[in-house]
C-alpha cells in the first residue's frame, strides 16, 4: 500500500520540520534555507518572502517548492513535483520570472508548467560546487596583499549598481535600462546592509565584485560574481571570491557552495583552484516574459 501523501502550504509551526527536510539536501537549498530564516515561511511582497507547498509524508516534509517575491520559482522536490506545483497554483497568483533548482526538477517543472517552449533570456545547466572554508586556498595577490577584500563600501554604491547592471544584462540576459538601475540600487544597498557585498581593491581602484546570494551562519552561497571587461583575465574574481570567503571564515562560517554554468571551463578552473569540488548539478532558467503560474493541460 502506497503512503499517505498530504500536499498544503507551509506556515510558521513547519519551520523547524523545514530545516531538518533542506539540510537533507544542504548544497542544493541555500536560496529555500535562507529565505526562510531571513523572513520566515511568510507569503508577501518584502524581500525574501514566498508562498511555500511541502508535500508530507507522516507528517514530515519530503519535498518542497517556493514561489518568491521577485517571481522566482525554487525547488527542493526529489519527489511529488507535479502535485506540488498544481497545490502551490491554488496559492500564489504572482507570475513565475525565474525557475531555479537541481536540474531534472526544473526540467520536470518546464513540462509540467508548459513552459518548454517559453523565450528564455538564461537556459542554463549549472555545475554545482562546495567547500569546505577550512580548505580554502588562498591566491598569491591576496594573500601578499598586492589586492585587497573588503565589504562594499558606501562610496562603491554608485560604481556597484552600474556593475550588477552590467552583469545582469550580460549574464542573465535582463533588458538594459532605469528600471534595472533601480532595481540593482535596491540590491546593492540591501546586500551592503546585510553585509554580504565585497569588492576587490588593487591600489585605490575596485577592480572586482562578488556577493552571498544566499546565507546563513554556517554557510554562503557565492554569487553575483564580477569584473569588468577591461580588468578581466587578471585572476581578480578569483581573488574576490577568496577574499570575502576569508572574512566569513573569520567569523566562524564553516562551509560554501556556488554554481557555475557546465561550459563555462576558465570559471571552473577558478573555483577548483579555491579548493571547490563538484557535488551535482543546478539549473537556472529565466524566462524573457512572465508567465501565470499553472499545470498545463497539454503535457504528456
Aim: aromatic residues 8%; proline residues 5%; negative net charge.
Amino acid at each position: 500500500m502506497g503512503k499517505n501523501v498530504e500536499f498544503r502550504p507551509l506556515g510558521p509551526a513547519d519551520e523547524a520540520a523545514l530545516e531538518r527536510f533542506l539540510a537533507e539536501h544542504l548544497n542544493s537549498s541555500l536560496f529555500l534555507l535562507s529565505n526562510a530564516r531571513a523572513s520566515g515561511v511568510l507569503d508577501g511582497d518584502k524581500p525574501y518572502h514566498g508562498a511555500y507547498v511541502g508535500a508530507f509524508e507522516e507528517g514530515m516534509p519530503r519535498a518542497v517548492v517556493a514561489h518568491y517575491w521577485n517571481g522566482n520559482l525554487v525547488l527542493q522536490a526529489p519527489e511529488h513535483l507535479e502535485p506540488l506545483l498544481e497545490e502551490l497554483a491554488r496559492w500564489t497568483k504572482r507570475p513565475v520570472r525565474e525557475l531555479i533548482g537541481p536540474w531534472a526538477q526544473v526540467e520536470q517543472a518546464r513540462r509540467v508548467l508548459g513552459l518548454e517552449d517559453a523565450r528564455c533570456t538564461l537556459e542554463s545547466k549549472e555545475v554545482l560546487f562546495a567547500l569546505a572554508l577550512e580548505r580554502l586556498r588562498i591566491p598569491p595577490a591576496l594573500d601578499s596583499g598586492e589586492v585587497r577584500s573588503l565589504r562594499a563600501r558606501e562610496e562603491d554604491v554608485d560604481l556597484l549598481v552600474r556593475w550588477r547592471h552590467d552583469y545582469l544584462v550580460e549574464v542573465l540576459g535582463r533588458p538594459s535600462g532605469e528600471a534595472l538601475m533601480a532595481g540593482c540600487r535596491e540590491f546593492v544597498v540591501r546586500m551592503m546592509q546585510e553585509g554580504s557585498l565585497f569588492v576587490l581593491t588593487h591600489g585605490q581602484e575596485v577592480v572586482a565584485l562578488t556577493a552571498f546570494n544566499a546565507r546563513l551562519p554556517e554557510i554562503v552561497q557565492v554569487g553575483g560574481v564580477y569584473t569588468p571587461p577591461s580588468l578581466r583575465s587578471r585572476g581578480y574574481a578569483r581573488a574576490a571570491v577568496a577574499g570575502s570567503l576569508r572574512t566569513v571564515l573569520a567569523e566562524g562560517c564553516q562551509s560554501a557552495v556556488l554554481f557555475t554554468p557546465v561550459e563555462n571551463l576558465p570559471a571552473q578552473r577558478s573555483y577548483r583552484a579555491l579548493g571547490f569540488e563538484e557535488v551535482g548539478d543546478y539549473a537556472l532558467i529565466v524566462l524573457e516574459q512572465e508567465h501565470r503560474l499553472r499545470v498545463s493541460t497539454r503535457r504528456g
